[in-house]
């Protein structure tokens, strides 16, 4: 299993980033997938999630009405849009595999948000907003 991140960068405040997750190693659309962001000096944050299908779509309070997630099955990729990027916004930005993917069970927001239930993770890419 490999989730490689990117479209990380240097932006301003008020500006978008796309971020991309890149999967492969399994089969990409059996599984909900999240993003996940860790600020200096602070622990991990989960950030918005994915269902197999694209159709379910969580995000937490303090990204939601900014950002996007999304998912292209056919080509076994994650995305993070993010719009109207604050100051902190800037953190390190994983991509996650969802580790309790059971057939007919589905997840709910505080779910995704118990990080432990995760089980493969990208290396990361940085964004940082500057002001």
């Known amino acids: 299993v490999q989730l490689v991140e990117s479209g990380g960068g240097l932006v301003q405040v008020g500006d978008s980033l796309r971020l991309s997750c890149a999967a492969s190693?399994?089969?990409?659309?059996?599984?909900?997938m999240s993003w996940v962001r860790q600020a200096p000096g602070k622990g991990p944050e989960w950030v918005s999630a994915?269902?197999?299908?694209?159709?379910?779509?969580y995000y937490a309070d303090s990204v939601k009405g900014r950002f996007t997630i999304s998912r292209d099955n056919a080509k076994n990729t994650l995305f993070l849009q993010m719009n109207s990027l604050k100051p902190e916004d800037t953190a390190l930005y994983y991509c996650?595999?969802?580790?309790?993917?059971?057939?007919?069970?589905?997840?709910?927001?505080?779910?995704?948000?118990?990080?432990?239930?995760?089980?493969?993770w990208g290396q990361g890419t940085q964004v940082t907003v500057s002001s």
């Open positions: 190693g399994f089969t990409f659309s059996s599984y909900d």
């Open positions: 994915i269902n197999t299908g694209g159709g379910s779509t």
């Open positions: 996650a595999r969802w580790g309790d993917q059971a057939p007919g069970v589905i997840a709910t927001p505080s779910d995704y948000d118990s990080l432990l239930r995760y089980d493969y």
